[in-house]
T-cell receptor, first 111, second 110 residues
């Protein structure tokens, strides 16, 4: 069936370091890949997304890369700050049209 | 614009009780969704709607019913609550692929 695997489940970095979260998807027809950030007790909020016709997208300190052949995509956060601490979810839209979410990565940025 | 709102924010139910969660959006979005979020499980789709008067099952629909009588509202019902339905429930809406989430409803079933 359709699924999205996300790794790692927890990630701890020092302030200023980079953080990378990776996701793989099963349906090769997937064409939309958003990333959501969820702070404790808050709603998930879209931080960046990429479509299947693009290999990389960047927005200030965050970037997403997509490898359609390998069916995986990654979130890169550079120069991490304590306010980046949150749970991050990747998702993919397979041919069914419904978003399938990864299990989440809890990122902790230590000052 | 309020975006996506949910009512109530928190509720405690006893096993067997029923309740309805309300989701409202003021963005004129066609698509609306109900998810549940459990630790380590991510967000799982319960039911969704592609327009007023339509509903469809998601990944985990058992024990829930939904209705979309008005475009701006999407209701999630629990007819006979069970402890396994203790969770945080999020509603979302979208125009195309990008989904916008409500603040969530925390439900505890004793």
């Amino acid at each position: 069936g359709e699924n999205v695997e996300q790794h790692p489940s927890t990630l701890s970095v020092q302030e200023g370091d980079s953080a990378v979260i990776k996701c793989t998807y099963s349906d090769s027809a997937s064409n939309y890949f958003p990333w959501y950030k969820q702070e404790l007790g808050k709603r998930p909020q879209l931080i960046i997304d990429i479509r299947s016709n693009v290999g990389e997208k960047k927005d200030q300190r965050i970037a997403v890369t997509l490898n359609k052949t390998a069916k995986h995509f990654s979130l890169h956060i550079t120069e991490t700050q304590p306010e980046d601490s949150a749970v991050y979810f990747c998702a993919a839209t397979p041919r069914s049209g419904k978003l399938i979410f990864g299990q989440g990565t809890e990122l902790s940025v230590k000052p | 614009n309020a975006g996506v709102t949910q009512t109530p924010k928190f509720r405690v139910l006893k096993t067997g009780q029923s309740m309805t969660l309300l989701c409202a959006q003021d963005m004129n979005h066609e698509y609306m969704y109900w998810y549940r979020q459990d630790p380590g499980m991510g967000l799982r789709l319960i039911h969704y709607s592609v327009g007023e008067g339509t509903t469809a099952k998601g990944e985990v629909p058992d024990g829930y019913n939904v209705s979309r009588l008005k475009k701006q509202n999407f209701l999630l019902g629990l007819e006979s609550a069970a402890p396994s339905q203790t969770s945080v429930y999020f509603c979302a809406s979208s125009f195309k692929e990008t989904q916008y989430f409500g603040p969530g409803t925390r439900l505890l079933v004793l």
